[in-house]
């Protein structure tokens, strides 16, 4: 698709990821961050973390065109200098130096199973199993990132389940998808009954991150007999153009209210459009990095939460087969077909996932409710951290 001449219109700030008019599919793949999380390998030791940290900053450097005009020399430095100060905040958390408030940084004798379980088509699935209760399968979201931030930051949650994290097909260690065919929501939620199934129990409750959302909903609308409930944290109905665009308004609006946010924005965006598609994983992951505080109610306080996104990686074919099909996901029309509970879980902040997306769930879905975290953004668990754990704890003892 050529770069469109008409979106973003004049004063939007581009933040979308589905290859829809709305956006081009450079800036697409750049910023798809509203799901969830990518290809990784397990946790090298820490000097090999830190040289897996530096990478892509370098590669955001290197994939801007040789021929830049003052202007945008300019503009590569500020970005540059932004990611030499998370590369910093990095490198202490893979050396641990520094303390990452939200990650769990000592297994306290956790001694979670790493396993890799049959999904469909022939896929090998790599699950964490860790804790104690019943099933909560907790999968990335589809667009290419690795289990590990959920891993890091939300053990809180192996007190009251058993919890299986799972990349999804395509993401960190599990089996790479040949054919497009094979790259469907479809095929994501067979593979989530496949791991149910492989584990060895009846039921199960559902937790999916951002756009992760749409597969726990499409997980309990094929599935609804071992669906015992859903967790939707900053999840929405959609991801079509409605849903982008009211994106797109949250993003102005931030924007004109913090000009450090807009900033950002823009420069992440004009790289992109400078640079094109994501090339390989490093440079998919530096563009991450380089959104990420903006998915952060107070973008400084991100820097706390490091160490829960030291290990991350990022898949830029992961992306690339996620934005073919994410512009047409809508169930909303379907949400009345689910008969399991849910918790919807918002960020007040969130420009992906909006208190007004929760309240369409709520209205949807038979027997939702919801809680929207105050002063926290696009990771609830992470900046309002004991409120999010008392909420799940709270709903999941009304189950019984």
């Known amino acids: 698709m050529p770069w469109p001449s008409t979106w973003p219109p004049s004063g939007h700030a581009c933040l979308g ?11 697409s793949r750049a910023i798809s961050f509203a799901s969830g999380w990518t290809a990784a390998s397990k946790c090298p030791p820490s000097a090999e973390r830190c040289l897996t940290v530096i990478k892509p900053f370098r590669t955001i450097s290197r994939s801007l065109p ?6 945008d020399t300019a503009l590569r430095l500020c970005l540059l200098r932004s990611c030499l100060g998370l590369f910093l905040l990095l490198a202490a958390a893979c050396s641990g130096t520094s303390s990452a408030s939200g990650a769990e940084t000592g297994d306290g004798g956790r001694q979670p199973q790493r396993l890799m379980l049959p999904g469909a088509d022939g896929m090998k699935l790599r699950v964490v199993l860790a804790g104690k209760g019943p099933l909560l399968l907790l999968p990335t979201p589809g667009w290419g990132i690795s ?8 053990r809180p949650l192996e007190d009251l389940f058993t919890v299986a994290y799972l990349d999804s097909r395509g993401s960190g260690e599990s089996s790479k998808p040949g054919p497009a065919v094979l790259w469907s929501m479809e095929r994501f939620v067979a593979d989530l009954d496949r791991v149910r199934a492989a584990l060895k129990r009846k039921r199960c409750y559902v937790l999916g991150h951002g756009s992760g959302s749409l597969m726990a909903l499409s997980y309990a609308l094929a599935h609804p007999e071992p669906c015992a409930g859903l967790l ?3 999840g929405s109905a959609s991801r079509g153009p409605e849903w982008q665009q009211a994106m797109f308004q ?8 913090e000009p450090a946010f807009l900033r950002r924005v823009q420069q992440v965006n004009d790289t992109v459009k400078a640079a094109g598609p994501a090339l390989d994983d490093s ?10 505080p903006t998915m952060f109610a107070d973008m400084g306080a991100f820097q706390k939460y490091g160490q829960a996104f030291a290990s991350v990686q990022v898949s830029a074919n992961a992306q690339r087969l996620w934005d073919r099909q994410s512009g047409r996901l809508d169930l909303r029309r379907d949400l ?3 008969p399991c509970p849910v918790l919807v879980i ?9 208190p007004a997306d929760a309240q369409i769930l709520v209205s949807g879905l038979p027997r939702a409710e919801s809680w929207i975290a105050p002063k926290a953004g696009h990771f609830p668990w992470l900046e309002a951290r004991e409120a999010f754990f008392t909420r799940i704890k709270t709903w999941l003892a009304q189950r019984g």
């Not at 040789?66 to 202007?71: H, R, V």
């Not at 440079?283 to 990420?292: N, P, Q, S, Y």
């Open 66 to 71: 040789g021929s830049l005009g003052m202007a």
């Open 17 to 27: 990821w589905a290859p829809t008019p709305l956006c081009s599919p450079s800036w």
């Open 147 to 154: 289990l590990e931030l959920y891993e890091q930051s939300l």
């Open 336 to 338: 009345a077909k689910i």
């Open 346 to 354: 918002n960020g007040a902040m969130d420009h992906y996932a909006a």
């Open 250 to 257: 949250r993003v102005d609006a931030r924007g004109k209210r």
């Open 232 to 234: 939707l944290v900053a």
């Open 283 to 292: 440079e998919a992951r530096g563009r991450f990095f380089a959104i990420l």
